[in-house]
């Protein structure tokens, strides 16, 4: 591969068609229906789009940009979907920590739905407080627009429900590979350790990706992209190999699906069976 040249240099080394260098890159790959992957970036949303034979890649500024490129695709994305109202916590998360073993710090407690119309932090964390009996991390608050552009989009239109559901990387990795996995994803054994679970669903693919995600698109980290493509190989999967937490999803007071969705996986700890669904 080329040493300069950046982003498309690389892609076009691998035989790749390039089109608007802020909107679409292709990474072409000799391996079901296509799938989306989406994750919030600093400068919007970063989504792969995953076919048989390659990875088209690019960075939207709203998730109804992204939604819509893709008509009748499943999308999956990494922001929470369905919030609660009172003070029961969704059911999604507790299985899902217990799930990904030691990297369950990264599932974190969304707001509840008064904590997302609040102006400012403070003011989050008390309505918070107060609906949940909860206070609101950082993290969570640090989030809240992008929660709130899924929520106000699937509001508007509840039958994209059908198509457009919660997940999280973390959990995908971890239905996708034999072990829990043992480093955090910002470190270079993390990257390592994520890239080997994708090569083993598609043998040659973390060694390409390697040079993808080096030469990614400004204003995204690595990290963004990589999570991007486990969601859409995830999406792209048969709807029989995808599963559920919790079992039956819940809905919150607006019908939105409270779930996270994952790969069906190989094993499973017999006390979380319970919890796990079938996406419908």
Not at 19 to 24: F, L, V
Not at 40 to 50: E, L, N
Not at 67 to 85: K, M, N, Q, T, Y
Not at 116 to 141: E, F, H, V
Request: proline letters at 9%; a positive charge.
């Amino acid at each position: 591969l080329p040493q300069s040249g950046g982003f498309s240099g690389v892609v076009a080394a691998m035989g790749a068609q390039i089109g608007d260098p802020r909107k679409r890159k292709v990474l072409v790959m000799s391996s079901p229906a296509a799938g989306v992957g989406v994750d919030g970036c600093r400068t919007g949303w970063v989504w792969v789009r995953a076919t048989r034979a390659h990875f088209t890649t690019g960075i939207a500024a709203s998730l109804e940009e992204i939604v819509a490129r893709f008509p009748g695709e499943r999308v999956l994305v990494d922001i929470p979907i369905g919030l609660p109202s009172d003070t029961r916590p969704r059911g999604c998360e507790a299985p899902a920590r217990r799930f990904i073993g030691p990297r369950r710090a990264s599932v974190f407690t969304p707001p509840g739905r008064a904590a997302i119309a609040a102006p400012d932090y403070a003011s989050a964390n008390l309505a918070n407080r107060k609906q949940t009996g909860r206070g609101l991390s950082k993290q969570a608050w640090n989030l809240v627009p992008k929660i709130r552009e899924a929520d106000r989009l699937l509001r508007a239109d509840p039958e994209l429900t059908t198509r457009v559901h919660e997940s999280h990387p973390e959990v995908c990795f971890r239905g996708l590979s034999k072990a829990p996995l043992a480093h955090y994803k910002k470190t270079r054994e993390g990257r390592s350790e994520r890239l080997a679970v994708l090569g083993n669903l598609r043998p040659g693919l973390e060694l390409r990706l390697a040079d993808f995600l080096t030469a990614r698109h400004p204003g995204s980290a690595a990290d963004d992209f990589l999570d991007a493509f486990v969601l859409a190989l995830t999406a792209a999967l048969p709807l029989g190999r995808l599963a559920t937490f919790p079992s039956p999803p819940e809905r919150d007071a607006f019908g939105l699906p409270m779930q996270i969705v994952l790969p069906q996986p190989a094993r499973i700890d017999p006390s979380l069976k319970g919890s796990l669904g079938t996406l419908e």
